[in-house]
């Protein structure tokens, strides 16, 4: 059985481009309610996913990126690092730069 690889890399960038659009929302929530751990965790779980993804199909930079953002959403969930305004537009940024690197994967 062979995998059709163009279709799995359709579905990736339908599934990143919902998943960022959620986690935009999610950031803009988050920095008007910093103490809100669901919206946290809805962010976070997102970044996992994109990690997971992007692992399983190889985008080696991308994955590398997703740990980078999931570790520093790890340290906000466990209140070791305050959740700020220019964190939040870091975070942001990130969503900007994922976009970029999964349109670039394939």
């Not at 929530?29 to 779980?45: G, K, N, W, Y």
């Not at 520093?72 to 305050?82: F, G, S």
Request: with cysteine.
């Amino acid at each position: 059985m062979e995998l059709d690889y163009q279709a799995l890399y359709k579905i990736f960038l339908a599934e990143s481009k919902d998943n960022l659009a959620e986690m935009e929302e999610a950031l803009m929530v988050l920095e008007s309610r910093p103490q809100d751990e669901a919206t946290l965790a809805a962010i976070f779980r997102v970044v996992h996913t994109l990690k997971g993804s992007a692992t399983c199909l190889g985008f080696t930079g991308l994955s590398q990126f997703a740990h980078t953002v999931e570790d520093i959403l790890q340290r906000l969930r466990e209140r070791t690092a305050p959740v700020t305004d220019h964190l939040i537009t870091l975070l942001l940024q990130s969503v900007d730069a994922f976009r970029q690197l999964a349109a670039m994967a394939g």
